[in-house]
């Protein structure tokens, strides 16, 4: 089996893809995707790549097969290895809610704000947007926090692709409105995902990171 996976070590969406191949122990090989060089925009990469423009992307090179969004990604990886998933229909539908409620309420706030207070040039970064965008993520780590009081995980007894997705931009030290130790029960969790065999922080685990260019 040949698994390779397009992506770059700032992307959070990416990292959700990386780290459950990584957890799965199934064999993969990382692509680097130039994306602040402007790759994903690019013509070639959107007609042999993704035509979204976007990483992450998983190619399984074996069955031909390629495979786009960061949920997707994670249900396919969960299908060829057999874990990190629910153990009975009802807690796989419970995972996949809160993959959806991820995408739509935390990762994609998240992502963009970290992209507008960081990656923009500084007198480009537009506040106004950014505060609408931090009360939004308050709420969202609210709704997080609270769900996790005394529970291990967010679905069952052990780790799955919605923890993974949920925690895709948490662990990343540019500032956007987090901070772990104002939500305990987030941060009890990150502990744990953390102390998982084969967790890896995203810019240890994908190429084109600040660690590479240390």
Same mark, same amino acid.
């Given at each position: 089996?040949?698994?390779?996976?397009?992506? /770059?070590?700032?992307?959070?969406?990416?990292?959700?893809?990386?780290?459950?191949? *990584?957890?799965?122990?199934?064999?993969? !090989?990382?692509?680097?995707?130039?994306?602040?060089?402007? *790759?994903? =925009?690019?013509? @070639?990469?959107?007609?042999?790549?993704?035509?979204?423009? !976007?990483? #992450?992307? $998983?190619?399984?090179?074996?069955? @031909?097969?390629?495979?786009?969004?960061?949920? %997707? &990604?994670?249900?396919?990886?969960?299908?060829?290895?057999?874990?990190?998933?629910?153990?009975?229909?009802?807690?796989?539908? !419970?995972?996949?809610?809160?993959?959806?409620?991820?995408?739509?309420?935390?990762?994609?706030? +998240?992502?963009?704000?970290? /992209?507008?207070?960081?990656? $923009?040039? !500084?007198?480009?970064?537009?506040?106004?947007?950014?505060?609408?965008?931090?009360? =939004?993520?308050? +709420? +969202?780590?609210?709704?997080?926090?609270?769900?996790?009081?005394?529970?291990?995980?967010?679905?069952?007894?052990? &780790?799955?692709? +919605?923890?993974?997705?949920?925690?895709?931009?948490?662990?990343? #030290? *540019?500032?956007?409105?987090?901070? =772990?130790?104002?939500?305990?029960?987030?941060? %009890?969790?990150?502990?744990?995902? *953390?102390?998982?065999?084969?967790?890896?922080?995203?810019?240890? $685990?994908?190429?084109?990171?600040?660690?590479?260019?240390?």
């Amino acid at each position: 089996m040949t698994l390779k996976l397009y992506c /770059f070590g700032e992307s959070g969406n990416a990292y959700k893809a990386a780290l459950t191949l *990584e957890l799965s122990r199934l064999p993969w !090989e990382a692509v680097y995707v130039d994306f602040f060089g402007g *790759e994903t =925009r690019t013509p @070639e990469y959107k007609a042999g790549i993704n035509e979204m423009g !976007e990483v #992450p992307v $998983l190619i399984d090179t074996d069955r @031909e097969y390629t495979i786009t969004q960061s949920g %997707a &990604i994670q249900d396919y990886i969960t299908e060829l290895s057999g874990t990190m998933t629910g153990t009975n229909p009802q807690e796989q539908r !419970e995972v996949l809610r809160w993959i959806l409620w991820d995408n739509h309420k935390l990762s994609s706030i +998240a992502g963009m704000t970290r /992209f507008l207070m960081n990656f $923009l040039p !500084e007198d480009k970064r537009p506040q106004e947007v950014i505060g609408f965008n931090l009360g =939004r993520l308050k +709420a +969202a780590y609210a709704v997080l926090n609270d769900h996790l009081a005394g529970r291990d995980w967010i679905v069952g007894t052990a &780790i799955t692709t +919605a923890d993974i997705s949920c925690c895709g931009y948490l662990f990343y #030290p *540019e500032p956007f409105g987090f901070n =772990r130790v104002d939500w305990p029960h987030i941060d %009890a969790w990150l502990t744990r995902i *953390e102390q998982t065999p084969g967790w890896k922080h995203p810019y240890d $685990l994908m190429p084109g990171s600040p660690a590479d260019r240390a």
